[in-house]
């Protein structure tokens, strides 16, 4: 039976978001895929997101963007990356 992975409250990472743009760091070639909140909730937090995707040829930014519309249940399609496309430091657009 597949493992199911937990995430934060919507409301807890929608807090994080800032002018439509969500910042995280994504970590790669992780153990499993999850999603966390690091420090305290606000301003000074940050959002990591571990999947276990490789980061060649688009796959750890897709994993990530289908993570993430997982948590937020918005479509994949709603999200973009729009900058980091080739870094572990992304800012990602969520809609309103």
């Keep these: 039976m597949a493992k199911k992975t937990l ?7 929608r807090a994080l978001v800032s ?3 969500l910042a995280v ?3 790669p ?5 999850s999603i966390s909140i690091s420090g305290n909730s606000g301003s000074g937090a940050d959002l990591l997101v571990r999947v276990t995707a490789t980061p060649e040829n688009g796959k750890a930014n897709a994993a ?3 993570l993430l ?4 249940g918005l479509p994949r399609t709603s999200l973009e990356i729009r ?6 430091s992304k800012v990602i657009a969520i809609p309103d």
């Excluded at 070639?29 to 895929?33: D, I, P, Q, T, V």
């Design 25 to 27: 760091k994504v970590t």
């Design 7 to 13: 995430f934060p409250p919507r409301e807890e990472i």
């Design 29 to 33: 070639n992780a153990g499993e895929n």
């Design 19 to 21: 002018d439509g743009e």
């Design 83 to 88: 900058r980091g496309n080739n870094a572990r």
């Design 69 to 72: 519309s997982k948590a937020l």
């Design 64 to 66: 990530v963007l289908k």
